[in-house]
């Protein structure tokens, strides 16, 4: 479990987070993920560009037609895009 944990919920953005989580398979440390809900592909598009040269994933065929989108950047933050 967590030793602190937390969540900020809008309309648009999830963002949780917690300080120190148990070695289940997970390194121990910060945890950050940030959910994005985009109304249309080509917004996301925009974010993935600016992400992509620091993240740490492999380009996925038929990007548009998918739903969400998971990436992980430089700094381990897990950013989901979805439509």
């Known amino acids: 479990m967590p030793v602190i ?3 900020l919920v809008s309309d648009r953005i999830v963002i949780h987070g917690s300080d120190l989580v148990q070695n289940e398979g997970r390194k ?3 945890y950050l993920s940030v959910f994005l809900n985009f109304d249309h592909a ?3 598009r ?3 560009e600016k992400l992509r040269p620091q993240c740490h ?3 996925m065929q038929n990007e548009e037609g998918q739903k969400l989108i998971e990436l992980t950047d430089a700094f381990d ?3 989901i895009l979805g439509i």
């Open 57 to 59: 994933t492999i380009p």
């Open 46 to 48: 925009i974010l993935i």
């Open 28 to 30: 121990i440390g910060n």
């Open 5 to 7: 944990t937390g969540s």
């Open 42 to 44: 080509a917004e996301r």
């Open 77 to 79: 933050v897990r950013w």
